[in-house]
């Protein structure tokens, strides 16, 4: 019966989407359009050179050296190998969908185990922080201080996501630990790593270039196409009055909450394009700020049905299960919208408040006001890449010390 339903869903779709074209070319031609610039002038520049290191690491065998470095603190709080903190890092600081493409090409390559896979795929799709800060923060709020919220809540909502994946299916099994010697040496134990991989595939590094360079460009293509598609798609919701429906069934419900029904089509909007999602979202009158931000966060977590389906593509090659990452989506958007309600009024009210030792007087005589989680910030932004680098060398020894035990 399921696959019945299916097969109509399927089969209604592609025909309104077929008659819709026909009906509306230019309005179909101009969401086409836009979904291509965004795709040609932001996406592909941004993920390319990520996607190559990516498939670069692999080929050397350096995020098997990673994995060995970071094994003591990905398996205890996520449950998945050390490697994992490779597609974690690249996959928050890239953008989606980093952390599927890097994930699936982990479990091609047999690193990761299939439940493995797949609850790092759970929560390394995150938005990027350029996004967050410069389109959403800045572009549509106009408000820097916004940022902020939206990152923390945005990523640490992403790290509970993984914390709470670390339980599915916890009794399966894991990939096979090194059987290295422990007591040999960390650095001769990498560099055997680092040349075995080497020799195992034996390619001149061309080919290894050539074909990291090819399988990124293949996946920035289908992934563009997944983004024209949706554009038109929304476009075609738009002009033929669905969207409209449903926001105002949507607006009913969010009426009873005494939220403001007009956030009911942005927010339907977002969850098929974040970025114009966003954008109404901010320029929805009659809403507070925290309601705004609330429903933003909520659009960042889910990811959109476009990233989303971007994911189900490159999750179709592997054995990867794309239920389990849907599933994460919902659990993102419940940790994001309460860690935006909580930290609301620490990090973006309470940033306006001093205290009376923050003012000063200049020489004209005018009172000039230290905003304390300003200052701290610019503190922060010109110091804290040595807090980094010490909080790194300390990590390393601790890592070091522990490998080097018999």
Same mark, same amino acid.
Do not use: H, N
């Given at each position: 019966m399921l696959n019945k339903i299916r097969t109509i869903f399927y089969t209604v779709s592609t025909i309104f !989407? /077929? #008659? /819709?074209? %026909? %009906? @509306?070319?230019d309005e179909s031609l101009e969401a086409s359009i836009r979904g291509l610039k965004l795709w040609f002038e932001i996406v592909f520049p &941004? *993920? !390319?050179? @990520? @996607? =190559?290191? /990516?498939? !670069? +690491?692999? /080929?050397f065998g350096i995020v098997k050296v990673i994995g060995m470095i970071l094994e003591p603190l990905m398996r205890p709080l996520f449950n998945i190998p050390g490697s994992g903190g490779v597609v974690l890092g690249m996959g928050l600081a890239s953008g989606y969908p980093s952390g599927a493409k890097i994930s699936s090409r982990l479990r091609q390559e047999g690193? *990761?185990?299939? =439940?493995?896979a797949e609850r790092l795929v759970s929560f390394t799709n995150a938005s990027n922080p350029l996004f967050i800060f410069g389109a959403i923060s800045i572009g549509f709020f106009h408000d820097p201080k916004t940022g902020l919220l939206l990152a923390i809540s945005h990523y640490v909502g992403a790290i509970l996501v993984g914390l709470c994946m670390r339980f599915y299916k916890y009794r399966e099994t894991q990939t096979e630990k090194q059987t290295n010697d422990q007591r040999e040496s960390f650095i001769r134990r990498a560099w055997n790593t680092l040349h075995h991989e080497r020799l195992k595939k034996n390619e001149p590094l061309g080919q290894v270039l050539g074909r990291a360079v090819s399988s990124s460009i293949q996946t920035l293509v289908t992934i563009g196409g997944f983004i024209i598609l949706f554009s038109v798609m929304n476009k075609l919701l738009f002009i033929t009055g669905i969207t409209n429906n449903i926001s105002i069934l949507l607006g009913q419900v969010l009426d009873w909450f005494n939220i403001h029904e007009g956030l009911s089509l942005p927010f339907i909007t977002g969850l098929f394009e974040i970025t114009l999602g966003a954008q109404m979202i901010s320029q929805t009158d009659n809403a507070s700020l925290l309601i705004q931000l609330v429903f933003v966060s909520a659009v960042l977590a889910f990811n959109g049905f476009s990233i989303q389906a971007q994911v189900a593509s490159i999750l179709a090659s592997t054995d990867i299960r794309f239920a389990p990452y849907f599933f994460a989506r919902l659990l993102h %958007? #419940? @940790? &994001? #919208?309460? +860690?935006?309600? %909580?930290?609301f009024k620490p990090l973006y009210l309470n940033r306006n408040a001093f205290s009376p030792y923050d003012i000063t007087v200049d020489s004209e005589g005018q009172t000039i006001h230290h905003y304390f989680w300003f200052d701290l910030w610019n503190w922060l932004d010109q110091y804290g890449y040595l807090i980094s680098l010490a909080a790194l060398a300390i990590g390393c020894t601790i890592i070091y010390s522990r490998l080097r035990r018999p």
């Open positions: !989407l /077929a #008659v /819709a074209i %026909i %009906i @509306f070319p &941004s *993920l !390319l050179p @990520f @996607f =190559i290191i /990516a498939e !670069l +690491l692999l /080929a690193v *990761l185990t299939q =439940i493995e %958007i #419940v @940790f &994001s #919208v309460w +860690l935006t309600i %909580i930290l």
